[in-house]
């Protein structure tokens, strides 16, 4: 099963507005990530934060982790049309290799 | 530098068949791992590869397998394929390093399998 479950499962908004989607984990990790994915393509890599951090910042992108509650949220400001995707978390599971662990995704879309 | 490259992007094949997937990862990633996208399962782990040893496997039957060359291609095979085997495969590396953890990882477009 998932550890990762994001809501919400689909998000529409207008450009300009900013958005802002949720995820929960259920084990300890040593970081937290957020990928985004145009339809039926590859995965992009967003952001990275390790279990230390409580907060960072990319560009338009900003995460934060809350260890206590096991969850992340990203926010996305200024939303254009060309950020329209779907959006994973993903944990790694301590002593793992590169093994992720995805949520479902949150679907944005970003009308004109 | 050039991305991860999956090939075939696509293919068809039939319940019973065989099929292997090939990804040449960024020049320098030693490591190389798997994972299956379906509409249902969402995305799932299957292997992670680090100078030709498997060091990480998910919860797949043994039809899923997978092997990683000195140049640090991979490739996976799924064999005697099922209809529920239909998925987008993508493969991912990066600049893992022998001791594990893990890190951000550079996705292919995927190969997107149609099993009839």
């Known amino acids: 099963s998932q550890q990762g479950e994001e809501d919400p499962q689909a998000l529409s908004i207008q450009e300009g507005e900013n958005a802002t989607m949720n995820c929960s984990y259920k084990?300890?990790?040593?970081?937290l990530q957020w990928y985004r994915q145009n339809s039926g393509r590859g995965l992009v890599h967003l952001i990275l934060?390790?279990?230390?951090?409580r907060e960072k910042h990319s560009g338009r992108l900003r995460v934060t982790l809350d260890t206590s509650k096991k969850s992340s949220s990203l926010l996305i400001t200024a939303s254009r049309a060309a950020d329209t995707a779907s959006y994973f978390c993903?944990?790694?599971?301590?002593?793992?290799?590169?093994?992720?662990?995805f949520g479902a995704g949150t679907r944005l879309a970003v009308h004109p | 530098k050039a991305g991860v490259t999956q090939t075939p992007r696509y293919l068809i094949k039939t319940r019973g068949q065989q099929v292997t997937l090939s990804c040449s990862p960024i020049?320098?990633?030693?490591?190389v791992s798997w994972y299956q996208q379906t509409p249902g399962q969402g995305l799932q782990f299957l292997f992670e590869?680090?100078?030709?040893?498997?060091?990480n496997k998910g919860n797949f039957p043994g039809r899923f397998s997978g092997r990683q060359f000195s140049n640090s291609r991979s490739e996976m095979n799924v064999s005697t394929l099922e209809l529920g085997d239909s998925a987008l495969y993508l493969c991912?590396?990066?600049?893992?390093?022998?001791?594990?953890?893990?890190?951000?990882?550079?996705f292919g477009e995927g190969s997107r399998l149609t099993v009839l």
């Open positions: 991912a590396s990066s600049l893992a390093s022998a001791s594990g953890g893990t890190g951000e990882l550079f």
């Open positions: 084990t300890s990790i040593n970081n």
């Open positions: 934060i390790r279990s230390n951090e």
């Open positions: 993903a944990t790694d599971a301590k002593g793992g290799y590169n093994k992720l662990i």
């Open positions: 020049s320098g990633h030693r490591s």
């Open positions: 590869y680090f100078s030709e040893t498997q060091r």
